[in-house]
């Protein structure tokens, strides 16, 4: 009776969704729908680190004391489509095929020690790194017998700025994060959190051209912060980016996918990469390609707030480092939507490869 009465009541969750996107939705919270599983392990050989993991450390990795500010920037989605397809899609072997949702690209400044939750790494010590990062939001689109069908959401990093070697070898060597270095010049409260960063490239590119430091992005308040700002809990900034990011659902994809992206947008999204290693004989090759899945979840929540006022952000045109192009971004000056910062402590948990 029991399980008749479950039965009876998805039934009705799943009629009142209406849709295949309200559908799928609803299939894959109830536990309906295949999920890929991690793959075994117990058959690969041990990794050879020669004693403590240092620098590419055992997972998983918490990265505390983080000081993290977010903006919201428009940008063209067409670009951030190829962008996917180029970075993400590349495989017919993969089961699912990932689709930017909207318009919205995120830029995360962050602060933070990071270390190893392993017990015979978690001994060896935090390592302070500052990161830059763009974030988009694609909902996971399901292979199917009849076509696709959108499965969940997954946040793609396509480009991180990093100032430490350490974090560049665990994030390429352990996910697929596509890190890249660079040095900041850093704001001195998250509160404000103005920065600048050069990477080593090249303006343009030439068979005699010598690489230098170059100025790559500038983030600046367009108007005086407010030193009264107003300060939020988790919940509630968590909610603002949310209501932002939901203003510019697609609607090309069928209207129910901002219903999808309403249920799932504020669980434990996860981040999404193609981990590959260039084939040593044949470096037009991959000897490995994967895409890796992993959760990010904030364990602690300190203090939070709303940026009052936008922020302008400045991407200078580099060949080594064609950023603005590559993610639909304005060239040049363009003002932020919405920005917001937290101070938490949060944890990178394990890989799944899902395809």
Sequence with gaps: ???????????????????????????????????????PVDTLPDYADQGSGFPVFRGPYLQK???????????????????????????ESFPYKYVPITPTLMLVYADMHVSSLDERDAQVGLIPETEVSFWVLTV??????????????AWFLPHLLVDEGNAIATG????????????????????????????????????????????????????????????????????????????????????????????????????VFLKQFRDAQDTHKACYQKIVEAALTV????????MPNPYMLTIFPLASHPFAQRMGLKPGEQ???????????????????VG
């Design 299 to 306: 364990e602690k929540y300190d203090e939070g707030g709303i």
């Design 65 to 91: 004391n983080a000081r993290l500010a977010a903006f919201l920037f428009n940008a063209d989605l067409e670009r951030l489509t190829v962008l996917c397809d180029q970075a993400l899609n590349v495989s």
């Design 140 to 153: 996971a689109m399901q292979r199917t017998d009849s076509g696709y069908i959108p499965h969940h959401l």
């Design 172 to 271: 390429r060597e352990v996910f697929g994060f596509n890190k890249q270095a660079a040095q900041f010049q850093k704001p001195e409260r998250i509160e404000k959190p103005e920065f600048t960063a050069d990477v080593f490239g090249f303006k343009q590119f030439g068979p005699e051209v010598v690489a230098q430091k170059e100025r790559l992005l500038e983030l600046r308040a367009s108007s005086s912060p407010d030193s009264n700002q107003t300060k939020s809990d988790w919940e509630a900034a968590k909610n603002k980016i949310t209501d932002e990011l939901l203003k510019n659902i697609r609607y090309d994809m069928g209207g129910g996918l901002i219903e999808f992206a309403a249920r799932f947008i504020n669980d434990h999204i996860p981040l």
């Design 1 to 39: 009776m029991k399980n008749e009465k479950q039965n009876m009541g998805r039934r009705a969750f799943l009629k009142l969704a209406g849709s295949a996107f309200g559908i799928s939705a609803l299939s894959y919270y109830l536990g309906l729908t295949r999920r890929a599983a991690p793959a």
């Design 335 to 353: 003002k932020s939507t919405h920005g917001a910062w937290i101070k938490v402590d949060f944890v990178l948990g394990s890989g799944v490869e």
